[in-house]
DNA sequence: TTCTATCGGTTCCGAAACGGAACCGACATG
DNA sequence: CATGTCGGTTCCGTTTCGGAACCGATAGAA
């Protein structure tokens, strides 16, 4: 498989890889999330080869999920800023997070810790489901056709999006 | 920065990358999640070159998120089965997913509907605090340091997983 | 006016990673 | 003993990456 195929495939999280799926587009987004804007700033804290910056930052405001902003005239200068597509993103950060809180961080604990500010508590985030509120485990759901699907089957990638009962 | 550095990183996210953060790796857990456990299997499924998936799939188990299991003697074949730590990557995957649904479908919707079993909706996954229950999102954390941080004070990429007040 | 600095890139080069195809080793089957 | 299966490894040509230099528009200082 090529590349350039991912987000033609009937997957939603090859569509998804397609975009996020890449070494540093993650960590350009971390930046994104923290506020950061500006190709310099992206540059200096990344340590990122230029080319490959102006590359992902093309390429996720081509995306829609980034969009440039001009915060002068004169010489004109833009900056990057998350649209509502790149907001959105925000739990498969923190899904990655919490991932590499549990699993990767040294044995005292994590770096860094999240306190709710709405309950005063550290947190981590769980997955729920959308209509009874349940937490979502890897085999709770079944997976059905789509409208979207092609030729009106599941795709041979499909099963993997919710875990058949087999 | 060179790729090698992302695991020493004092941040969990970039920690995460250093394992996930590929191209084909996170195909390869799709079809894990699908109990697609053979090499042959992977490389049919996806079209990825040989030696690359030998090498994610070594990867992988290096790092604890598969793990080979002999399913025959003579000739002896080994399979890769998703662990415990494996397993947990399934909000990542989650994640990944709704967002693919929601921002890079056909016009007429998502390939796939997953249907939760408990409730005989059909449902996405919701973010939500481990310890209210309220509904986790982008600016509703603070960050603090935590017992892994190193030099006491909070590494420059850590607002980026919660988001300061600033 | 010229000199330097800033910002957001582009260009170029050598090194690393990738896609594709061939090959290999340990068996099993006909 | 010829062929097939499975899980790789090796090799080669192309693509992508890291690192450094260069560029274009402009501002401010000398």
Not at 51 to 62: G, I, N, P, S
Request: hydrophobic share 35%; proline share 7%.
């Amino acid at each position: 498989m090529r590349w350039e195929e991912l987000d033609r495939q009937p997957c939603s999280l090859a569509r998804s890889l397609s975009i996020v799926g890449d070494r540093w587009t993650l960590l350009v987004l971390r930046e994104c999330f923290l506020r950061v804007r500006r190709f310099e700033e992206f540059e200096q804290r990344l340590g990122i080869a230029r080319h490959v910056l102006a590359d992902r930052l093309k390429k996720l405001t081509d995306a829609g999920v980034l969009e440039k902003v001009p915060y002068q005239e004169r010489p004109r200068r833009e900056e990057y800023r998350l649209t509502e597509k790149g907001l959105d993103l925000y739990p498969v950060m923190l899904s990655l997070l919490d991932w590499g809180d549990k699993w990767m961080a040294e044995p005292e604990g994590p770096p860094v810790l999240r306190r709710h500010k709405a309950c005063g508590h550290v947190v981590h985030a769980v997955h729920t489901c959308s209509e009874c509120g349940e937490v979502l485990g890897a085999r709770d759901m079944t997976v059905e056709i789509g409208p979207g699907a092609k030729g009106g089957e599941l795709p041979p990638a499909a099963t993997a999006e919710g875990n058949p009962s087999k």
